[in-house]
């Protein structure tokens, strides 16, 4: 029961250097997530997609681009990575983006560093 | 703008006594509040969610009030074990931010055997 999947797990990254994170969900979610955490900060909302085809931007988009492949794919790009990136990224599903309350699960993390 | 506050940012029981997690929110505005456990190089697990017309949730020995005049949340896990040591973030999913969730910092928990 794999749940949300996200890879790579670790990475490093020279400054400016491109990177994809890619995450996929098995329970037939519709709205994904990705988050970054930083220490004493919390889970800040990067992009999110409510359904399939549909993206919007969070709390902390900026030098951030993501795609909802399909149903069950959601990639997160770097561009040209830069320092202030280095951070540990979640992504997570829900069942839809209602109030009413869906719980939402989380992969297991991407621990990126830019030097 | 919502703010979620969890103080103390950590915390340290021995084994046995009962943990008590507080998480105050802002905007009183909110469909739910959310709370999960993290462990060290994990994920989020979700523990609990109350619903804005709830007062509370129990499950096993964990038990979440909810009082959105106040704008608080309360944690309370009973007999505490060394099992239990892990952050705990809560999260409430409001209206205004178009049903996204907004994280407190976490509270990290260390129980000793």
């Known amino acids: 029961n794999a749940g949300v999947t996200q890879t790579p797990k670790f990475q490093v990254l020279k400054t400016g250097q491109s990177m994809t994170l890619q995450c996929a969900q098995d329970?037939?979610?519709?709205?994904m997530y990705w988050y970054r955490q930083d220490p004493g900060m919390g889970l800040r909302l990067i992009y999110y997609?409510?359904?399939?085809?549909?993206?919007d931007k969070g709390e902390v988009p900026n030098g951030y681009n993501v795609s909802r492949l399909n149903k069950r794919e959601f990639s997160l790009r770097l561009e040209s990575a830069a320092p202030s990136q280095t951070s540990v990224y979640f992504c997570?599903?829900?069942?839809?983006?209602?109030?009413?309350?869906?719980?939402?699960?989380f992969g297991e993390g991407s621990w990126l560093t830019v030097v | 703008k919502q703010e979620v506050t969890q103080i103390p940012a950590a915390l340290s029981v021995p084994e046995g006594e009962n943990l008590v997690l507080n998480c105050s929110f802002t905007?009183?505005?909110?469909?739910?509040l959310q709370w999960f456990r993290q462990d060290p190089g994990k994920g989020l697990t979700s523990l609990l969610l109350?619903?804005?017309?709830?007062r509370e949730q129990t499950s096993g020995r964990l038990n979440a009030s909810l009082d959105k005049s106040s704008g608080r949340s309360t944690l309370y896990i009973a007999a505490s074990q060394p099992g239990d040591s892990a952050t705990y973030l809560c999260?409430?999913?409001?209206?205004?931010?178009?049903?996204?969730?907004?994280f407190g910092g976490g509270t990290r928990v260390l129980v000793k055997p």
């Open positions: 997570a599903s829900s069942e839809a983006d209602r109030g009413s309350g869906n719980t939402i699960y």
């Open positions: 329970m037939n979610h519709n709205s």
């Open positions: 997609s409510a359904s399939e085809g549909t993206t």
């Open positions: 905007d009183s505005a909110i469909y739910n």
């Open positions: 109350i619903q804005s017309s709830q």
């Open positions: 999260a409430v999913r409001r209206r205004a931010a178009g049903n996204k969730l907004t």
